[in-house]
């Protein structure tokens, strides 16, 4: 299963965690997994390419992280946006995909 975390500060999403396998076909051939990856990928490279926002990466195989680094600037809107939208986006994947993506949102208490 892929497990997708997102992290909300001060009602915003501004990061997010994605790891695991869909199990959905053979490897190299999972369309779930390939929906999601691709994903993952545009959606971080838009944050820190296009939109030039400061934030932590860390590609660890099976798992990519990101997160705002400062997600208070005005910078971050859009970033913020980014991530609210793909959230939305899995949570579209997950219906159509059962048993196959859990999305889940944690807290954040303090910036880090």
Request: include cysteine.
């Amino acid at each position: 299963m892929i497990e997708a975390e997102f992290l909300s500060y001060g009602g915003s999403l501004v990061g997010f965690s994605v790891s695991g396998h869909a199990d959905a076909g053979v490897f190299g051939r999972d369309i779930v997994c390939a929906a999601v990856s691709s994903a993952v990928m545009l959606t971080a490279n838009t944050i820190t390419d296009y939109l030039f926002c400061k934030a932590d990466v860390k590609d660890q195989g099976n798992r990519i992280m990101l997160v705002l680094k400062d997600p208070d600037s005005a910078m971050a809107i859009a970033a913020k946006q980014m991530i609210a939208s793909f959230h939305n986006h899995l949570h579209i994947l997950a219906e159509d995909s059962k048993g196959k993506i859990n999305v889940s949102v944690r807290e954040m208490r303090s910036r880090r």
